[in-house]
């Protein structure tokens, strides 16, 4: 029976990896509509937030006139579109629209002493134009709060009397002023209006008046203020995210998505489903970073955040703060008009976008195309990718090969059936891991090969090619001999470059199944998110090394018995605590969340100024380099095979470029290739001077143990 199973999974072997790469054949169209996708949003959109302009206004000595002026100053800059939020009685009081008294107040203004027991709010129109435009909007939205209101007059202006404190009819939520809106309109402005939950119920006829208007205005997209979209409340109840978002589609108006928010705005996903998935992604410029970063770091964050990310709108906000070193209120709207127009010494982030092929205007969101025969295609890839797992668990138990393959095909039939995105997620994590660590697995078997001979199976027989040097040999942690003396520098040179390229080509392998499963358009607007980054960092490291104590040498048996007779010293104990900090650090570099120091932040700007784009650091200076020094010395020296382990870091790295879906394909495969050839360079440069210091050793070597023993 034992006998079967092996020659079952023999034969098998050869069929799961013909799969492997009928699998990797299917991705390929896949990989090519998500490229061409990619290239059918070219417009960029510069936003500014309206009402921290009112309130940068509200601090200089004409209000009025310095708000005029900074619109003029934001078109001349590139500025395009304002944000106009959700308005209050506070924000309509910076807009100079009204003049907000509470009752004490009110009395004095008309001498008479404060009322006892009244804390109202008086509104006063400044012009009885605002009272036309506002007057009603501000009625409704206490009304429906159960607030009384009634009329008020005073010095022949008309307001409103509102039975409320001030502090509390002052956050009271009102739909965005209608009379800035149509000002900015005037002025050439594309308006955002930004919608939140807060005015509850949700009123579909009060909604779809309130679109009806912004159609008018031109208006192409919404952004949402607070934790939740607009609807979100109410859904569970009636629908009330089905019905905006198809209202959305009426009108013609979609969505912005904010960047790298803590927690996700609610119900996003539901609305952007609905609305045919007519998102742009938005990145955020916070107050503190518009006053404190340079002009020129602020263009190059927008140009990285729009090549390497697909980001196609910019907002743009402001404080105003009190400075003692300067004697006054400053803000950060002439640094950030800079960053936008550029300078004499440098240029601004408008005319980088154009140079790198963007358009400025209006955001667009993707072309999504969904063929018929898509579904068929992916089913290939899905089979490829748990050919490729059961692949790998072959390399460690043989036994289970074509157990595992059986099984994960019905796994994978039962898991699709519950949720086909979580089965897509899990089959690419699976083959992201599996492929640089088959990879790996056959390097190192490649090398066994031309320095122990071949041994088929792990406890075979040794059959060292060449020993010349037998006294060197001995039994070690592992057994066999620990120098090969067969092949000359030449040979092992070119034998090395080899491996370093076919082992990348098959790390590589596992990159269609990422983008063949994860080719929905909700993966590059990271609506969803590919799960299992710290997993994919971890297991190739973890699985190569345990190949390498386990896998090579007389048997596993004997490997496991010789590392539990191993003494623990000092040595050992520390070395541990340098390997589990190094480890701690390298988790903390992985995933969006990633931090990095300011040096390396330097030198990641160099070298996205020299080459377009940035290759991984890790990747070019340290993983590759090593792995071809690594391989050069390990068709020598035993030793060098632990250099497999980095080795794992780079080659897991480059697939997980491709795990950030909301990337560029044709940028993830530049960097990648990037960081191969300069790998490459660097690991030449290293061989070179390793054999420069072995000829000194050997030649100096010698005679310094002779002058020693002496």
Same mark, same amino acid.
């Given at each position: 029976?034992?006998?079967?199973?092996?020659?079952?999974n023999?034969?098998?072997?050869?069929?799961?990896w013909a799969?492997?790469?009928?699998?990797?054949?299917?991705?390929?169209?896949?990989?090519?509509?998500?490229?061409?996708?990619?290239?059918?949003?070219?417009?960029?959109?510069?936003?500014?937030?309206?009402?921290?302009?009112?309130?940068?206004?509200?601090?200089?000595?004409?209000?009025?006139?310095?708000?005029?002026?900074?619109?003029?100053?934001?078109?001349?800059a590139?500025?395009?579109?304002?944000?106009?939020?959700?308005?209050t009685?506070?924000?309509?009081?910076?807009?100079?629209?009204?003049?907000?008294?509470?009752?004490?107040q009110?009395a004095?203004?008309?001498?008479?002493?404060?009322?006892?027991?009244?804390?109202?709010t008086?509104?006063?129109?400044?012009?009885?134009?605002?009272?036309?435009?506002l007057?009603?909007?501000?009625?409704?939205?206490?009304?429906?709060?159960?607030?009384?209101v009634?009329?008020?007059?005073?010095?022949?202006?008309?307001?409103?009397?509102?039975?409320?404190?001030?502090?509390?009819?002052?956050?009271?939520?009102?739909?965005p002023d209608?009379?800035?809106?149509?000002?900015?309109?005037?002025?050439?402005?594309?308006?955002?209006?930004?919608?939140?939950?807060r005015?509850?119920?949700f009123?579909?006829e009060?909604?779809?008046?309130?679109?009806?208007?912004?159609?008018?205005?031109?208006?192409?997209?919404?952004?949402?203020d607070?934790?939740?979209?607009?609807?979100?409340?109410?859904?569970?109840?009636?629908?009330?995210?089905?019905?905006?978002?198809?209202?959305?589609?009426?009108?013609?108006?979609?969505?912005?998505?904010?960047?790298?928010?803590?927690?996700p705005?609610?119900?996003m996903n539901?609305?952007?489903?609905?609305?045919?998935?007519?998102?742009?992604?938005?990145?955020?410029?916070?107050?503190n970073?518009?006053?404190?970063?340079?002009?020129?770091?602020?263009?190059?964050?927008?140009?990285?955040?729009a090549?390497?990310?697909?980001?196609?709108?910019?907002?743009?906000?402001?404080?105003?703060?009190?400075?003692?070193?300067?004697?006054?209120?400053?803000?950060?709207?002439?640094?950030?008009?800079?960053?936008?127009?550029g300078?004499?010494?440098?240029?601004?982030?408008?005319?980088?976008?154009?140079?790198?092929?963007?358009?400025?205007?209006?955001?667009?969101?993707?072309?999504t195309?969904?063929?018929?025969?898509?579904?068929?295609?992916?089913?290939?890839?899905?089979?490829?990718?748990?050919?490729?797992?059961?692949?790998?668990?072959?390399?460690?138990?043989?036994?289970?090969?074509?157990?595992?393959?059986?099984?994960g095909?019905i796994?994978?039939?039962?898991?699709?059936?519950?949720?086909?995105?979580? /089965?897509?997620? %899990? *089959?690419? =994590?699976?083959?992201?891991?599996?492929?640089?660590? #088959? @990879?790996? $697995?056959?390097? !190192?078997?490649r090398?066994?090969?031309?320095?122990?001979?071949?041994?088929?199976?792990?406890?075979?027989?040794?059959n060292?090619?060449?020993?010349?040097?037998?006294?060197?040999?001995g039994?070690?942690?592992?057994?066999?001999?620990?120098?090969?003396?067969?092949?000359?520098?030449?040979?092992? /040179?070119?034998? %090395? *470059?080899? =491996?370093?390229?076919?082992?990348?080509?098959?790390s #590589? @392998?596992? $990159?269609?199944? !990422?983008?063949?499963?994860?080719?929905?358009i909700?993966?590059?607007?990271?609506i969803q998110?590919?799960?299992?980054?710290?997993?994919?960092?971890?297991?190739?490291?973890?699985?190569?090394?345990?190949?390498?104590?386990?896998?090579?040498?007389?048997?596993?048996?004997?490997?496991i018995?010789?590392l539990?007779?191993?003494?623990?010293?000092?040595?050992?104990?520390?070395?541990?605590?340098?390997?589990? $900090?190094?480890?701690?650090?390298?988790?903390?570099r992985t995933?969006?969340?990633?931090?990095?120091?300011?040096?390396?932040?330097?030198?990641?700007?160099l070298?996205?100024s020299?080459?377009?784009?940035?290759?991984?650091?890790?990747?070019?200076m340290?993983?590759?380099?090593?792995?071809?020094?690594?391989?050069?010395?390990?068709?020598?020296?035993?030793?060098?095979?632990?250099?497999?382990v980095?080795?794992?870091?780079?080659?897991?790295?480059?697939?997980?470029?491709?795990?950030?879906?909301?990337?560029?394909?044709?940028?993830?495969?530049?960097?990648?290739?990037?960081?191969?050839?300069?790998?490459?360079?660097?690991?030449?440069?290293?061989?070179?001077?390793?054999?420069?210091?072995?000829?000194?050793?050997r030649?100096?070597?010698?005679?310094?143990?002779?002058?020693?023993?002496?």
């Amino acid at each position: 029976m034992l006998q079967s199973l092996q020659q079952w999974n023999r034969r098998a072997g050869k069929w799961l990896w013909a799969l492997t790469v009928i699998g990797i054949i299917a991705a390929m169209p896949l990989g090519v509509m998500r490229y061409q996708m990619e290239k059918t949003s070219e417009y960029v959109e510069f936003v500014f937030d309206y009402r921290d302009l009112l309130q940068v206004a509200t601090y200089q000595a004409k209000p009025l006139d310095f708000l005029d002026a900074q619109l003029e100053e934001m078109k001349a800059a590139g500025i395009g579109t304002m944000a106009v939020f959700e308005s209050t009685l506070d924000e309509l009081n910076w807009a100079g629209r009204i003049t907000l008294y509470n009752s004490a107040q009110a009395a004095a203004l008309r001498g008479e002493p404060a009322p006892v027991n009244e804390n109202y709010t008086y509104v006063l129109f400044t012009e009885d134009s605002f009272r036309e435009g506002l007057g009603e909007m501000i009625v409704q939205t206490f009304t429906r709060a159960e607030i009384p209101v009634r009329p008020w007059t005073y010095a022949g202006r008309t307001g409103l009397v509102i039975e409320t404190p001030v502090e509390d009819a002052s956050v009271k939520t009102m739909p965005p002023d209608p009379i800035a809106m149509k000002e900015l309109h005037d002025r050439g402005f594309q308006l955002l209006p930004r919608l939140s939950d807060r005015i509850r119920p949700f009123d579909a006829e009060l909604t779809e008046t309130m679109l009806a208007n912004f159609k008018a205005l031109g208006i192409k997209r919404i952004l949402f203020d607070g934790a939740a979209v607009t609807g979100y409340a109410d859904h569970a109840e009636d629908k009330s995210l089905r019905t905006f978002g198809e209202l959305l589609k009426e009108y013609g108006i979609g969505v912005s998505a904010i960047e790298n928010l803590k927690t996700p705005q609610k119900g996003m996903n539901t609305l952007a489903y609905v609305t045919d998935y007519n998102v742009a992604r938005l990145y955020s410029l916070s107050e503190n970073d518009s006053m404190q970063m340079s002009p020129d770091a602020i263009a190059d964050r927008f140009l990285l955040a729009a090549k390497d990310r697909n980001i196609r709108m910019f907002y743009l906000n402001s404080q105003p703060l009190r400075s003692l070193d300067k004697g006054g209120i400053v803000h950060s709207l002439g640094n950030v008009y800079e960053a936008i127009r550029g300078s004499d010494d440098a240029e601004g982030a408008a005319k980088l976008l154009e140079e790198y092929g963007f358009k400025i205007g209006s955001a667009v969101p993707f072309e999504t195309n969904h063929a018929p025969w898509m579904k068929a295609v992916k089913a290939l890839v899905a089979l490829g990718a748990v050919a490729i797992i059961a692949l790998l668990i072959g390399v460690f138990a043989p036994a289970l090969l074509l157990p595992s393959f059986v099984a994960g095909v019905i796994g994978s039939a039962g898991l699709y059936a519950v949720s086909s995105s979580i /089965l897509e997620q %899990a *089959l690419a =994590l699976g083959a992201s891991i599996s492929a640089p660590t #088959l @990879a790996l $697995v056959w390097a !190192i078997r490649r090398v066994q090969l031309h320095t122990e001979g071949d041994r088929r199976s792990v406890g075979g027989q040794w059959n060292a090619m060449q020993q010349s040097e037998p006294s060197r040999s001995g039994v070690g942690m592992f057994g066999g001999q620990w120098v090969f003396t067969g092949l000359p520098a030449g040979r092992r /040179l070119t034998m %090395a *470059l080899g =491996l370093y390229i076919c082992t990348a080509v098959m790390s #590589l @392998a596992g $990159v269609p199944f !990422i983008f063949g499963l994860l080719n929905d358009i909700t993966y590059s607007l990271v609506i969803q998110q590919f799960r299992g980054v710290s997993l994919l960092h971890l297991a190739p490291i973890a699985l190569v090394t345990l190949y390498l104590f386990l896998y090579t040498g007389t048997s596993i048996v004997d490997n496991i018995k010789k590392l539990l007779k191993l003494q623990i010293t000092v040595l050992w104990v520390v070395a541990a605590g340098v390997i589990g $900090v190094v480890g701690m650090y390298y988790m903390s570099r992985t995933g969006n969340a990633g931090t990095a120091l300011n040096v390396e932040l330097l030198f990641r700007n160099l070298l996205e100024s020299t080459f377009g784009v940035r290759p991984r650091l890790k990747e070019f200076m340290f993983s590759h380099p090593l792995f071809l020094v690594g391989l050069f010395l390990a068709l020598r020296y035993r030793a060098a095979w632990a250099l497999f382990v980095i080795a794992s870091i780079g080659q897991l790295s480059m697939v997980d470029t491709f795990a950030h879906i909301h990337t560029p394909i044709i940028l993830s495969v530049i960097r990648v290739l990037l960081g191969l050839g300069l790998g490459a360079v660097i690991g030449l440069v290293l061989i070179g001077l390793w054999q420069v210091l072995e000829g000194v050793w050997r030649r100096w070597g010698t005679k310094l143990k002779t002058a020693l023993s002496e």
